[in-house]
C-alpha cells in the first residue's frame, strides 16, 4: 500500500507561485509514475500533469508553459512548480500514482486520467485570489 502526501497549498494572489509536493510515507517512488489533478467547486477532478518514473512529463494544455512537473529521488517526492497563477486554478490538488518501473508509454493524455492510477493522496488546497 502505498500512502501518498500533498502539501504546499495556500492562498496566493493572480500571476504568483506555489510549488506542491507530493511525499509516500513508508513506500519509495522510483518506480511509480505520478500524476496531479485539480478538482474546483462544483467540477470534476481534472488531469493537471504526469510524470514517468523515467521523468518522462506531460502536461494539461491549460497549464502547460506555466507548470512545471519534476522529480527528487533522493527525497522521495515529485513535485509541481506553479508560475503565473489563476483564479481558475484554485481548487485541491491530489497527486496520485501508478506502478511503472521503466519508460512509460502511458505519459500523455492517458496520464491526465483518473482511472490510470492506482492510489491516491487526500489532497492540498490552492486558492487564488486577490
Known amino acids: 500500500q502505498v500512502q501518498l502526501v500533498e502539501s504546499g497549498g495556500g492562498l496566493v494572489q493572480p500571476g504568483g507561485s506555489l510549488r506542491l509536493s507530493c511525499t509516500a510515507s513508508?513506500?519509495?517512488?522510483?518506480?511509480?509514475?505520478i500524476g496531479w489533478f485539480r478538482q474546483a467547486p462544483g467540477k470534476q477532478r481534472e488531469g493537471v500533469s504526469c510524470?514517468?518514473?523515467?521523468?518522462?512529463?506531460y502536461y494539461a494544455g491549460s497549464v502547460k508553459g506555466r507548470f512545471t512537473i519534476s522529480r527528487d529521488y533522493a527525497k522521495n517526492t515529485v513535485y509541481l512548480q506553479m508560475n503565473g497563477l489563476k483564479p481558475e486554478d484554485t481548487g485541491v490538488y491530489y497527486c496520485?500514482?501508478?506502478?511503472?518501473?521503466?519508460?512509460?508509454?502511458?505519459?500523455?493524455?492517458?496520464?491526465?486520467?483518473?482511472?490510470?492510477?492506482?492510489?491516491w493522496g487526500q489532497g492540498t488546497q490552492v486558492t487564488v485570489s486577490s
Open positions: 496520485a500514482a501508478k506502478p511503472s518501473p521503466g519508460p512509460a508509454e502511458w505519459i500523455g493524455p492517458r496520464g491526465l486520467q483518473s482511472r490510470t492510477y492506482d492510489y
Open positions: 513508508g513506500s519509495s517512488l522510483d518506480y511509480f509514475g
Open positions: 510524470i514517468g518514473s523515467v521523468s518522462a512529463t
